[in-house]
């Protein structure tokens, strides 16, 4: 093997040497130039994905929520749900004792009855009837002849002053019997007369049966139904024995017929933002869940502004804070998982109107 030319070897390492400082200079110039440019696009890239668009993760699932209590009091008879469970729309929950409003219903029929015996019996009276009142004429009609004879008796002098003035006397008494007889047949008419508020059927007999459908009503109010379709929640309060009192909610229905977000966007972003604009909606809970929305409305007032105690701005220390203003995100399509009133989402409202 022949010896390596030594002026060969010196001639390559001279050219290594200038070429070193050259790649170095070179490699500084790339990362001074190149990687302000790569922030510069990066930059550029990033401001414009944020065009056209504003997002939030100030935002909750919100669901129908509905306290269901009992129209009537009493004690819980049974009870068919629990927690968790879901429901339909129409579904019994629970039960009150329903004897104390039977007997209510029980009472009102007797009233019935009672007003209707008391229609037959004054229809079948003598003073609605007016026999009273025949007899009291013909009592006047013979009072009226004993006076008229005795009045002739007095004239020719055969009889007295006693008989003449109890003949007088009879006459007056028979027409006050006439008197009590017509008064007792108009207020025998009158307890069966109509009025215009019921026309056709009898006061008391109206009121009787309006009683018993007030205590129907109420005895159909001790079955309690769900009002619409979800699920139970906060029903530990509902016990049987339990006292229920109108009014107090003892369980809670979250429906399951609409679901939206609430959305508490920045005033600032709210220049652009308009009803009807398309959404893209992300949950906390379900990384993998994207669903498509729309504005349905924008909030009427800041989220301080319905506090139950507004901020008071007027000091001396005030610092201005940027207002939340709650938007409404309707959801568009059924989500393959299950919503719960009250997830963490994070809403993209584009504003440019385009589609996600």
Do not use: C
């Not at 004897?99 to 229609?119: G, K, Y």
């Not at 369980?251 to 920045?266: C, H, M």
């Amino acid at each position: 093997m022949a010896d390596a030319d030594p002026a060969f070897e010196t001639e390559t390492a001279d050219a290594g040497q200038i070429r070193a400082p050259r790649a170095k200079r070179l490699r500084g110039r790339i990362i001074m130039f190149g990687l302000p440019l790569l922030v510069l696009l990066g930059g550029g890239y990033y401001w414009y994905s944020l065009q056209g668009k504003v997002s939030t993760d100030n935002a909750y699932l919100r669901q129908e929520k509905v306290a269901v209590g009992a129209e009537v009091s009493g004690p819980i008879a049974e009870v068919m749900v629990k927690s968790g469970q879901d429901v339909a729309e129409g579904q019994v929950l629970f039960r009150i004792d329903p004897r104390p409003i039977e007997l209510q219903v029980a009472q009102a029929n007797a009233a019935i009855a009672s007003a209707q015996a008391n229609i037959t019996a004054l229809s079948n009276s003598s003073d609605y009837s007016g026999v009273d009142i025949s007899a009291a004429q013909e009592d006047i009609a013979f009072a009226q002849a004993r006076l008229a004879r005795q009045q002739s008796l007095w004239q020719r002098g055969f009889t007295t002053k006693a008989d003449y003035e109890a003949a007088e006397h009879s006459v007056s008494q028979a027409r006050e019997e006439l008197r009590q007889a017509q008064a007792s047949q108009q207020e025998a008419r009158a307890k069966l007369a109509t009025g215009e508020a019921v026309p056709g059927q009898n006061p008391q007999v109206a009121a009787a049966m309006a009683q018993r459908e007030a205590a129907l009503l109420n005895l159909s109010r001790t079955t309690v139904r769900a009002p619409l379709a979800g699920r139970v929640a906060q029903a530990e309060r509902l016990q049987p024995g339990q006292q229920v009192i109108t009014g107090l909610p003892v369980l809670t229905i979250v429906g399951n017929r609409r679901s939206y977000v609430e959305a508490n966007f920045k005033e600032t972003d709210l220049a652009d933002m308009k009803i009807g604009q398309p959404a893209k909606i992300t949950f906390d809970a379900y990384p993998d869940l994207e669903l498509k929305g729309h504005i349905a409305f924008l909030g009427a007032g800041t989220g301080s502004e319905f506090s139950v105690i507004p901020a008071q701005n007027a000091t001396g220390n005030w610092v201005k804070v940027t207002q939340r203003v709650p938007v409404r995100i309707t959801i568009d399509e059924k989500s393959p998982r299950q919503l719960i009133a009250g997830l963490s989402t994070h809403v993209t409202v584009y504003t440019d109107g385009r589609k996600h």
